[in-house]
């Protein structure tokens, strides 16, 4: 049953839940750019989180598996930087990756294992772990709770601006906050977040249920986001949930507890979109009428990754036939001759029937900021999956052809 | 065993085997352009085709499948035009092919379902039936040896020169003709063909030796190639043999005709790619060291289908990362820590170890007109499969966000 959950909209990012601050500094692996934040609990939290599937993974990523093990899911600080992923840096990776979990456990005083790190930037460059170092130690004697945004900046990379959000959720049992910020821009794709969330909460609740709502919210929302169809090395959600508020996620309270991070994930993992590589539209592909679920998934997500359909997004030419030829080769079941192509609230085609009058309004409601589409897949199904992508433009070229130059 | 065949490159294309003929005229389709071509056989032959894999399958497929099974096998004559693709357009859709077909066979005298039909051009849009039925009319009069190079031309939709080929084979038993047309650009993708190609020879074959000679063929060369992962809803191969030389391909000679017709499809395939759109580089994506073959096709195939990598093979940026996390993502058994990335013959990533001073050199090689890329998947597996793709350009965006406008 769905709860009729309530929420208000507040300022303050991560550190918005109580007894959460941050800090950010510029290190020196960006020239001139903040590179390195720090979110720190004032006592431990309970900590989830989900990483890439690719089976290329950065240190980082398999130093926070290995600690959210030791500790039992229990954290108190998260170090990001931004700049160099330390990814595909073999053995004197994996130790950067662990002497950065030193440095930041010795600042803030806690166990190295309630210590958690991330890096996004570029693969394969060895990591300046004393330019790190150096981080840390400075950005831990300037933590508060006014730096949210300042880390949010911290941890882009060719992100157009800085993402995070957070929300107020009113319960029957009293209000607590979860807060959240997010880097995107490239290699973001659906199947395991691919970008880096970093959220936190002031609600109490156990690391388990913490995993078990993380892991269900990030398949409807930053599992079902795409910019480029890649998947990186270092993708990582990180939720920590300190309890400060004194409100206990309680059976009762649960479904709340699971509405009010859905609302921060699905505005961040959207956001990411948004803010895409050369994105200058955020499109939902709302694929209907499958046999399966699965069918639904995979149908819309081979629309959402879809070269010619993400030029013709960008260009406001409703091509619709292109829907068409990618729902016929995404492998799943599909009947042409039944198959419904909407764009805004324009019917294209249907019944193998096509209207070009229409197309100008489509193109009309193409030319805005956001963009729907339905495809219907025309099966006796009823199954269904939304996916959000956004135009590919010349400036993700530009972006991705001189990245490193 | 490999035959010793020699092969003499030779002019023609698809008119230089003998007793095939050809016509292009400008029908109406397109505004003041060649859009509708003709090839005959001036006596039947043995026919093979194949078709798109896409569920969504326009309607000359439609008929040119029936018409194969309705003949055996056999076939006269083909009529392509350009400009409409004639898919998703109903019934109407599939009449319209007929009557295409029925007034080719009438001009060339021949029963229907010896003859073929083949439409290329925008999808949805309805075939103007009368103005390809004049334009057959005309060109079955003009049928010469001359226009194989016009045919190309005709053929084409955002193509930037028209393709063909032919090859004179030397054989023990004699020599013998094979020429092909073909055209891209975009939406070609592995699995199936993806493009239309047109392939002739005057060597003596059955229709069922000359089905599995183009189903082995067709495998290694455009079913190995990509431009933008797309699958089109009227990609078509098709092989007509005449046996106009006399020489019978009979079991010896059979490896020497599946070696001329590799040379063929291999050449067309290649030059697909190097014509795709805003393409400015012809680049193989070869994979080795995978378990198992599928793998190493699969492996190949993400790589080559992957926006990060094609834009760093634009920008002639040797970020070699980028091909070891689409390995990772691409689902296939892989060994991370002994993977191998070469970029002409300079391996840039090995045991987890990168050379950074290699890089200026790789940029120079990835800066040619050609670019070999090798990726070893470190597994114990010895298995290898190559795919030609070529680098994404802003031209490209151009090309597709414009295309109907």
């Known amino acids: ?120 930037g570029v693969i394969g460059l060895p990591l300046e772990v004393s330019k790190i170092e150096s981080g840390i130690i400075t950005a831990a004697k300037n933590l508060d709770r006014h730096s949210n945004q300042e880390a949010a900046k911290a941890i882009m990379t060719t992100d157009p601006w800085p993402k995070e959000t957070a929300v107020q959720v009113n319960t029957p049992a009293g209000s607590f906050t979860i807060g959240g910020m997010v880097k995107g821009s490239g290699m973001i794709e659906p199947m395991m977040a691919t970008m880096l969330a970093f959220l936190t909460t002031d609600a109490l609740i156990d690391s388990l249920q913490l995993r078990r709502a993380l892991s269900s919210v990030t398949d409807e929302t930053f599992n079902s986001i795409s910019v480029d169809g890649e998947c990186s090395t270092n993708d990582s959600v990180f939720l920590l949930a300190n309890g400060s508020s004194g409100i206990s996620v309680s059976d009762a309270i649960y479904p709340f507890f699971v509405d009010g991070l859905r609302q921060v994930c699905s505005k961040l993992a959207k956001d990411i979109v948004r803010g895409g590589e050369g994105a200058t539209k955020l499109v939902s592909i709302r694929v209907t009428g499958a046999n399966t679920g699965h069918d639904a998934r995979r149908a819309a997500r081979a629309i959402a990754n879809s070269l010619l359909v993400k030029t ?72 269904e999956a939304t996916v959000w992508t956004c135009d590919l433009s010349a400036e993700y070229i530009r972006i991705n052809a001189d990245y490193r130059t």
Chains 1, 2 share one sequence.
């Not at 989900?50 to 998260?78: D, Q, W, Y």
């Not at 990001?80 to 595909?88: E, F, K, R, T």
């Not at 013709?312 to 599909?334: C, K, M, Q, S």
């Not at 805004?344 to 963009?371: C, F, I, K």
């Open 1 to 120: 049953m769905k709860p009729d959950t309530t929420f208000t909209q507040i300022n303050g990012g991560i550190t918005a839940p109580i007894g959460f601050r941050a800090a950010a500094v510029s290190c020196g692996i960006k020239v001139d750019a903040l590179d390195l934040a720090l979110i720190v609990s004032d006592n431990p939290a309970s900590a989830a989180a989900m990483f890439t599937t690719n089976k290329t993974v950065a240190a980082p990523v398999v130093v926070c598996r290995e600690h959210l093990k030791n500790s039992g899911g229990i954290a108190r600080a998260i170090a990001v930087n931004s700049g160099c992923a330390n990814a595909c840096t073999g053995e004197p990776g994996l130790t950067n990756a662990q002497m950065m979990s030193q440095v930041l456990a010795s600042e803030i005083h806690c166990p190295t294992e309630q210590t958690l790190v991330a890096s996004t």
């Open 312 to 383: 013709a997004l960008h260009g406001a030419d409703p091509n619709w036939g292109r829907f068409i030829a990618v729902a016929g080769r995404a492998g799943v079941t599909f009947e042409p001759s039944r198959a419904l192509v909407r764009i805004g609230s324009v019917v294209l085609y249907e019944n193998e029937t096509a209207w070009p009058e229409r197309e100008a309004e489509a193109s009309q409601h193409m030319n805005g900021d956001e963009v729907d589409v339905v495809i219907d897949l025309g099966t006796m199904g009823d199954e």
